[in-house]
């Protein structure tokens, strides 16, 4: 039985892999999402970042045996190995958990910090395979950067809740005036830094600030800004934090709070990728354009759980 499933695997696996190789090699792209648990029997998803592959296992509720398990496992990643022609030390495994409670977002899974250096758009950027649930660079945001660098010429960008800082790269290639990132782990914001280093980018404009987005964004005073990107995490109970931040209760606030922030002829570009969101657009002091399609890749079209606006003030 487990040897059909395996073939029923491998058959999807060829045939998805046909399709998205030839397209990400039209667009000219070496990372991007392969398979997305198209299968109930095979709760798996694998990224491609140029020579290594990713293969999340999401460990769902599933009827088989400790053995039969590992047995399905083995057989899985083989699977991926023969149909990708890749050996075995370039395909990485993580494990995400369906949590009972919720977590931080960013927890560390392993120590062997290896970084490795990716290209997209033209930039370089540092990904780990194995420390971290998600690996420095968020693949569905591929398109939303690419629109940021198109409109950074010249203007002002803040980018909160930055990560690893891709936004900001991305914006420092569109020749942005001005970058100021924001985010509250010090191991992200030197993730940045360095990421901006590796495209060259150190100029005393881009400003790096560690601290809690809620708590920095009043004391940026008379600042303002053209572009502001708003990605935050849907939640987290970090101790670094005044409260527990919760996207759902907490986004009028924080998006009109961004918006008072924002030049006259300004835009915030809003993320979030929590499932049951609502935007309560009524209580927005702003214009909302739903741009989720527009910035949806090719290699998530129809499993991409995320939504994104383009929001500009009234005045």
Known sequence: MLDNKLQMFENRLRKVYKIRSKEAKRLNIDCYRLYDRDLPEFPLIIDIYQQDVLVTEYRSQHRLSDDEYEAWLEGSLEVVENVLEKNSEQVYLKERKIKEGRKDQYRKTDSQKEFKIVQEGGLKFLVNLNDYLDTGLFLDHRITRSMVRDKSNQKAVLNLFC?????????????????????LSNTYIEWAKKNMEQNGYKKSAYRFIKGDVLQELPKLNDESFDIIVLDPPTFSNSKSMKEVFDIQAMHVE????????????????????????????????GTVKNIITSTEPFDFKGKLLRWCYSIRRVD
């Open 163 to 183: 990560y690893t800082g891709s936004f900001s790269v991305y914006a420092a290639s569109g020749n942005a005036a001005e970058i100021l990132s924001i985010d």
């Open 254 to 285: 924080l998006i009109n709070t961004c918006l008072k922030k924002l030049k006259k002829e300004g835009e915030l570009i809003f993320s979030t990728n929590s499932r049951k969101f609502h935007l309560e657009e009524e209580l927005i002091l």
